[in-house]
């Protein structure tokens, strides 16, 4: 497997590292743990996920935002939270 450090990370050994699948999915690991650890991505997920880092879903002010929409509300429903406004989002355990 080849494992592609992201270009902001300057060389630093506390970035995430990717490696691509065949297919279009992806996997990623800790680069300071790289015997540890990995999250594997199917081709629609990783598609979703990359689509979200283009939009600047994940910027900090982003997540704060929807973080206070979640709380708002709270609760869910079919992993989905409540007070969300993206029907594509999926949470997890403690996000409702």
């Not at 992201?6 to 015997?35: H, Y």
Request: proline share 6%; aromatic share 6%; net charge negative.
């Amino acid at each position: 497997m080849r494992w592609i450090k992201s270009s902001f990370c300057n060389g630093a050994s506390t970035c995430v590292e990717v490696a691509p699948l065949p297919g279009g999915g992806a996997v990623i690991r800790d680069g300071k743990d790289p015997d540890g650890s990995t999250l594997r991505f199917t081709p629609a997920e990783w598609a979703a996920f990359t689509a979200g880092v283009r939009g600047g879903q994940f910027e900090p002010g982003a997540l704060r935002a929807h973080a206070a929409r979640v709380a708002g509300d709270g609760g869910g429903v079919d992993g989905h939270a409540r007070g969300c406004s993206d029907p594509e989002t999926v949470h997890g355990a403690g996000d409702d």
